[in-house]
């Protein structure tokens, strides 16, 4: 792992670490911050100083309490106290836990860390939002008649209706309208930073580092709760090619990072020495946490087909380069991955296999509407042409585009 991580951009406070360019970049900013509020606290000599305040977004099992925990922890100088406002039902009830959160330690700082800020109260949407402004603005709450007041602390909002702060905001005039009559604005204009979290599932179609995070996470869940599975001597996890592809690639974790934890809380693991597909639990299981129909598929064509695909792609891409007489080109082995995809169009031959590459396993594909082994008939469906239009040989289509897709509609 350090090796590995050496040599990509990372941030890493106590147990979190993170190479997605932008969540280093909000953890830093976030950090930053902390650290800022240490230095004026230190400065100001016992005397009352605002509360800072901060926004953390993810989508459910995420990890967003604790990227913000271990940035606290790492400084050494917080007292973390969690306040989850879904299970108060009133302002006094949630100021009374906050001011016993807000005694601390002889040189600690509270931080609070509210957990579903935006939820409900009494039937109202966000309608807690109103009641946190007087202590985020002056360090102050009502309780039971008398003001009290918060010498310091940071405070931090986790969001659990919307996964990104920019779902968060309003988007028409109508929204707006309801928005500043719960008081979003002057909520919004007491934060001093913001932090989404990605988690293991991608936030959007250009997102790839979901696999690497997802790679992250999974090691060191392995590493807290099934340690039998480290070699020390090699540092790896013993663990089969075929299912830690099907692992890293499947299209979602329906409850995010506690998705994958309770996926190997489930599995059969203790007493064996790697993990394997015989040790998953029961389809109707995994489908708590998962497509299970799609993870089947991605575990079946890894067992059947995985080594053959690489060697399949390799030799087709040798064969490529001496047809065209490029006598300096890179090994197939020192390829990285996108230069991998991008000789997909090399590997669309006759092959049987080409139709699984192309199919998403391992390559993307080129939509059918624009494949130009495709022509559309009169009622507008798509149907191959006895061949293939000249120069395009090479295009990276699936197999159906020549042949009938029930007979590859693949493992």
Known sequence: MDELLSQVPTCRYGALTAVDLEEIESYRAIKVLMDDYIVKYDANAGKTLQPLSVVVFGAPGSGKSFGVKQIARSSGRFQITT??????????????????????????LPLIFFDEFDS?????????????????????????GKTETIPCGVFVFAGGTVSAFQD????????????????????????KGTLNIKGPNPSDVTD??????????????????Q???????????????????????????????????????????????????SCLPLPAQL????DSDDFTRKLMFEQLAGDK?????????????????IEDALPWEKLS????????PLLATSSPLSGALCRGYRFPRTPRSSCPCRRRSASGRYVPTPAPPAGSENHACTSACARPSSRYSGP
Request: hydrophobic share 40%; with cysteine.
């Open 337 to 344: 991955e996108e230069q991998r995809e991008e000789c997909a």
């Open 168 to 191: 968060f905001l309003p988007v028409n005039a109508e929204q707006e309208l309801a928005f500043k009559a719960i008081k979003g604005p002057d909520f919004v204009s007491r934060l």
């Open 120 to 144: 409900a109260l009494n039937g109202q949407s966000r309608g807690w939002l109103k009641y946190l402004l007087a202590p985020m603005q002056d360090g102050e709450f009502t309780l039971d």
């Open 83 to 108: 306040l989850n406002l879904s299970q108060f039902e009133s302002c006094n009830e949630l100021f009374r836990s906050l001011k016993e959160a807000l005694i601390t330690e002889d040189g600690k």
């Open 287 to 290: 489908n708590l946490h998962l």
């Open 309 to 325: 695909v690489d060697l399949y792609g390799r030799n087709s891409y040798e064969a490529e380069m001496k047809r065209k007489g």
């Open 227 to 277: 340690r039998s599975l480290y070699d020390e001597a090699t540092g790896r996890i013993a663990i089969s090619d075929c299912l830690l592809s099907a692992l890293l690639r499947v299209s979602e974790y329906r409850h995010g990072n506690r998705s994958i934890e309770f996926l190997l809380a489930m599995s059969h693991i203790a007493g064996n020495a790697k993990f394997t597909p």
């Open 208 to 225: 790839r580092s979901h696999i690497v995070r997802r790679a992250m996470l999974l090691r060191d869940m392995i590493l807290r709760n």
